[in-house]
Each structure stands twice: as C-alpha cells, then as structure tokens.
C-alpha cells in the first residue's frame, strides 16, 4: 500500500540528489523549467530502487547541450532530432529530453517529432499513468495530470488518453504493459486490457528487435509468469510468440494429460527461485528463463493419442529445440541466446533415464559433455521441470538429482569435466598412424574420445596401444 507520506520524503530526497540538483541548478540560472520525470518519479513514491534518471525540460535540443557540457564529463547527441541530449554528470548517465508532442501515423512506431510548450501536454503522451508523472526541480513540485497518483494507490495500469489511441500510436507499449504489470505487481485496468486485446495484430509494425527487448525485460522481472499471463489472456503474444499459448492443449474426455501451459509457467516459477537460491548475486538470467518456458512448446506438435487413454509426447525434446531456434532467430536473438536455449530443450529430458537407474561414470561425463557450458543452467531446468503433486515422486527425483550433481562433482576433481579431451590429439594421431589431416584422424580422434568417456583417462601410452589396436583391427 503506497504511504504518500513516506512517498514524498522519498520524492524531496530524489530532488536532493547531487545530480539532480547540480542540473536544476544549472538550469534554473538560463530561466528554464526542469523536471525529472517517469520511472524515476515513480519508483521513489514506491519506495523502488530508482536507476537511471530522466528529465524534461523547455529548453530546446542546442540549449540543452550548451547547459550541460560545463558540468558533464562526456555529451552525445545521437538522440537530438527526438529532442533528446544524454550527459554523464557526476558520474552517473541522464537524459534530457524538450518537451515532446508528437502525432503519428499510425503506420510505423516512428513519430513525427513536434516540440511541445508545456509539461502537462509532454506527459499526456506517455504509455501508462503511472510513467506519467514529473518532479519539477529545484522547486520540488509533484506534477501529475493524469491521476498516475491514484493509480498507483489502486496498482493499476492505465494509460493517460483513450487507449486505443495509446496503443494505435505506439503498439510496443502494449508490450510494455505486460512488462510494467510483471515489475510492479500491478492489474491491468479493463478497458486498456481489451484495447490490446482488439489492437493486438497492430503489433506487426513495430521491429522484431525491440518485441525482443520487451520479452528480455520482461523474463527478467521478479514475476514473468504474471506478464506471460498478460500476453497469452489477451492473445498479444500470438503475434510474436504462438508456441505459448499452443501449451493450452484441449483435453480429451478420454485422453488425460498435464495442463502443459500451467506445467510450463510453474516450471518457470521454480526455475527463478533455483537461480535466485544458487546464484543470489547474478543478474536475472533471461536465456535460462526463456528456455524454460519453451521447454515443452514441441509437445502439441508431437502429440499421440494412445489406446488405454495415454498421451505421448516422443520426441518433443527434439522438436521443440528446432521450433525454438527458428523463432529467436526471427526474433533477431543473438546466437549464443540462440543455441543456449535450443541446446536446453533439446536436452532437458535426458536426466530422466538417470532417475530410472543408475547411470555409470562414461554416461555421467557424456551428460556433462553433452551439456557443455549449459551444465548449470540444465541443472536449473532439470530441477524445476518436475511439477508434479505427488510428494513421493518428487522427492525421488529431487534426490537422484542430488546424487547425479554429486557424482558431476566428485569426477569434475579427478578428471577435470570441464575439458574432456582425449589422451591424444590430431597432430599426434597422425604421427602414429602415419597418416595426413582428413577423415581417417577424425574417425581416430572420435574413437579415442569414446575411450576417454568410458574409461576415463587412460594416459598417453596405454591410448597410444589402444589407438594401434583399432586401427589394426580396421585392416
């Protein structure tokens, strides 16, 4: 419950600032008006950490610059024909952006730039009422036309105008709204929920890199699963990610099966609570949390209806990694994104051959090779993919999952997993052999590499005997 007590406390501390007071300062002395404006504001009558920090002003683009250079250490202007000039005072990165008032045409996401003369009409253009607020300084004025106060003590989201014409200006804000719900905590109100849910399809004007940049934002929230909700509710993310809300499979009356989507976000409820218990310190990892929401999304696609009232799923592993690939790449992901979420889908089933038995050391390390530098993150996936209710058999798993971390460890020391080779390279390969670079010492070094994974590491001399003995009985 927000305190507008405490809130503005925290809001007279904001502008108090050293830098935000250096800046009202150096402003006010050439007779403009400044104001420190959305998240910021925000944050502070929340009672959120407040990162970066924005501001508006009416001074014009080249005022702006003239005014900051003296008390900034470096300027950019790469934002100027927006009205935007970045500086970094006092160490810290800001941005001060003259009073916008924009119109667009609804074609494209980009506006055409009109310089406004008032803040009330600045703030009117902004996505929600909440990021619609301003602290002019250094006079420590709240300004606040839309009623963002009141909508963060019901914690709603609004936006500031009708929002079909919001969103019809800007469809990622859309987006944006899904993300805010996720990091605040906040409900959607009604009306704006149907106007994504109506205007959704004009999504596919904005770029696939920055409905990228949302959904990073958004996994990387305290509460993704709130906004996926959002998304999938509203049929928002039918335009950019339709595997999701496949995962709402129908049911059969003869054929029972795991709700696959709500397997799916609870599996991602989980998965944060593991990273955030075994990596407390790191940074919310979004390609740990997207793969384990895709990592059933090949299921629907390989669905079998079995006599006796089963269902299966062969395969889907396999699939889902391949449909997984094909739509970050359309998402413009970088590939290192890219393979790491397609290689956990691909191989967040194979534990579940250890729970049935044991495996021995040589399946061990090709579980570890297999993984590569993905180890953790599968062991995170691995853990929250099991959902079921029955205690029983959770506790099963959780336990011979313990047991294969265990071993992971204890061969991780003697053998150093992390960078299994065999006991010989190429070039070594092919002084004994005899042989020149090609198939055949691929075929040696793959040979030697199956060695090493069943027996461990043998040495230089006995491989040397071993490799002899293959290549001998090749004729």
């Known amino acids: 419950m927000l305190n507008m007590a405490e809130g503005l406390v925290r809001l007279r501390a904001l502008a108090e600032n050293p830098v935000v007071r250096t800046l009202a300062e150096a402003f006010a002395a050439e007779g403009y008006d400044l104001a420190v404006v959305g998240g910021p504001v925000r944050d502070a009558l929340l009672g959120r950490a407040t990162n970066d920090l924005d501001f508006t002003t009416n001074a014009m683009p080249d005022d702006i610059l003239r005014i900051v250079t003296p008390i900034s250490s470096t300027q950019w202007d790469i934002g100027r024909e927006f009205g935007t000039i970045g500086a970094r005072v006092q160490g810290e990165q800001v941005e001060i952006t003259t009073y916008r008032a924009d119109s667009y045409d609804g074609l494209t996401r980009k506006p055409t730039v009109e310089f ?33 106060v009141e909508d963060l003590v019901a914690r709603a989201l609004r936006t500031p105008t009708d929002p079909a014409v919001s969103f019809g200006d800007d469809p990622l804000r859309m987006l944006r709204g899904a993300r805010f719900s996720a990091q605040l905590g906040f409900d959607i109100e009604q009306a704006t929920l149907d106007a994504i849910t109506e205007l959704r399809s004009t999504l596919s004007i904005v770029s696939p890199e920055r409905v990228q940049g949302e959904l990073v934002k958004l996994l990387q929230t305290d509460d993704p699963v709130r906004g996926i909700r959002v998304l999938v509710d509203t049929g928002l993310i039918e335009e950019f990610l339709p595997e999701v809300s496949a995962l709402r499979l129908e049911v059969d009356e003869h054929h029972h099966h795991k709700d696959v989507y709500e397997h799916s976000l609870t599996a991602l409820e ?68 890219t393979d790491a979420v397609s290689k956990l889908i691909e191989l967040h089933l194979r534990f579940f051959g250890y729970a049935e038995g044991a495996w021995t050391d040589a399946a061990v390390r090709r579980y570890v090779r297999d ?79 199956e060695l090493r994974l069943d027996e461990g590491a043998i040495g230089a001399d006995a491989a040397e005997q071993r490799l002899r003995e293959w290549w001998a009985a090749r004729g």
Request: hydrophobic share 40%; charged share 30%; glycine share 8%.
């Open 371 to 449: 993984a590569g530098d993905q180890l953790e993150r599968l062991h995170i996936l691995t853990r929250a993919d099991v959902t079921t209710r029955n205690k029983r058999k959770a506790k099963r798993l959780a336990a011979a999952y313990d047991d294969i971390e265990k071993r992971i460890a204890a061969l991780r020391e003697q053998e150093e997993l992390d960078a299994i080779r065999p006991d010989l390279d190429g070039n070594q390969i092919q002084q004994i052999l005899g042989i020149s670079p090609g198939r055949e010492v691929g075929e040696a070094y793959k040979f030697l590499m």
């Open 116 to 148: 406004g003369d008032t803040i009330d009409g600045d703030l009117l253009r902004r996505d929600f009422t909440v990021n619609a607020m301003a602290l002019q300084v250094p006079q420590v004025r709240l300004i606040d036309p839309t009623g963002g």
């Open 270 to 337: 989980q998965a944060i609570a593991l990273e955030r218990a075994r990596h407390p310190e790191a940074a919310p990892d979004a390609a740990l949390r997207l793969a384990v929401l895709l990592h059933d999304i090949g299921k629907p696609r390989t669905r079998k209806l079995e006599d006796g009232g089963a269902v299966s799923f062969h395969h889907h592993d396999v699939v889902g990694s391949r449909m997984a690939r094909k739509r970050l790449q359309s998402l413009r992901f970088d590939k290192d994104t």
